[in-house]
């Protein structure tokens, strides 16, 4: 039997507040930029939320409906993803938090 697969979108908000983790442009020492970090750190985030949104941690013990994905990355130390299960059974990223 094939595990249930969601759809998942990410929010203004979450890229907002990645814009506010990253620079907009490269560093001169090769430090992630914000585009770095959409390209080559959240697909691999996407596809955990997508296949795996029931085994995460929930942000909130009891509330199935919110979980995270505390993961270490290629470009960051680690980043915590946060994402709720809306009602369509959809999965929105509301919320990224990043360790450099």
Same mark, same amino acid.
């Given at each position: 039997? #094939?595990?249930?697969?969601?759809?998942? &979108?990410?929010?203004? #908000?979450?890229?907002?507040?990645?814009?506010?983790?990253?620079?907009?442009? &490269? %560093?001169?020492? $090769?430090? #992630?930029?914000? $585009?770095? @970090?959409?390209?080559? +750190?959240?697909?691999?985030?996407v +596809?955990? @939320? #997508?296949?795996?949104?029931?085994?995460?941690?929930? !942000?909130?013990? %009891?509330?199935? $409906?919110?979980?995270?994905? !505390?993961?270490? %990355?290629?470009? /960051? &130390?680690?980043?915590? /993803?946060?994402?709720?299960?809306?009602?369509?059974?959809?999965?929105?990223?509301? $919320?990224i938090?990043?360790?450099?």
């Amino acid at each position: 039997m #094939a595990a249930e697969r969601r759809t998942v &979108r990410v929010s203004p #908000a979450a890229f907002d507040q990645l814009d506010t983790h990253l620079p907009q442009d &490269r %560093g001169p020492l $090769g430090e #992630a930029s914000v $585009g770095d @970090f959409i390209v080559l +750190e959240l697909p691999a985030v996407v +596809e955990r @939320f #997508a296949s795996g949104f029931d085994h995460l941690p929930e !942000i909130i013990e %009891g509330t199935s $409906g919110g979980r995270m994905l !505390i993961a270490p %990355g290629l470009l /960051v &130390r680690a980043s915590v /993803v946060y994402g709720v299960l809306l009602d369509d059974d959809t999965i929105e990223v509301v $919320g990224i938090s990043i360790d450099r």
